[in-house]
């Protein structure tokens, strides 16, 4: 038997900031989620770097897809992963995904879904 849940985490990076926390996770009873960026402020043209660890917390075995996205200013969008994921009951898996040549944005959002 597998199970799905919808869990989406997101961070803020901060290009010429330096206010936002690099950290965040979200979990559901089934899943979690965490998304750690490599530092908080970006120059512009920089490569951010994203550890992603997904969680499956129940004797079930989870399928699913995991999705990540980069967002600034007026919707613009990037993806950077979307790959099928299988985790055994109780594994955790890890990811590392960067995206290179950050725009000479104020700010910009990465989007983990599971």
């Known amino acids: 038997m597998s199970h799905t849940a919808g869990t989406v985490v997101s961070v803020l990076l901060a290009?010429?900031?330096t206010t936002l926390s690099h950290v965040v996770s979200a979990a559901t009873p089934d899943l979690a989620l965490t998304v750690t960026t490599d530092r908080v402020l970006y120059e512009p043209g920089t490569t951010a770097a994203f550890?992603?660890?997904a969680a499956n917390k129940v004797e079930a075995?989870?399928?699913g897809r995991l999705r990540i996205n980069v967002w600034w200013e007026m919707g613009e969008s990037k993806p950077l992963l979307d790959a099928p994921l299988t985790l055994k009951p109780t594994e955790t898996k890890d990811f590392v995904v960067r995206w290179a040549g950050l725009p000479?944005?104020?700010g910009a959002e990465a989007r983990a879904e599971l």
């Open 15 to 17: 290009v010429f900031c």
């Open 51 to 53: 550890s992603v660890t």
């Open 61 to 63: 075995e989870f399928s």
């Open 104 to 106: 000479a944005v104020m």
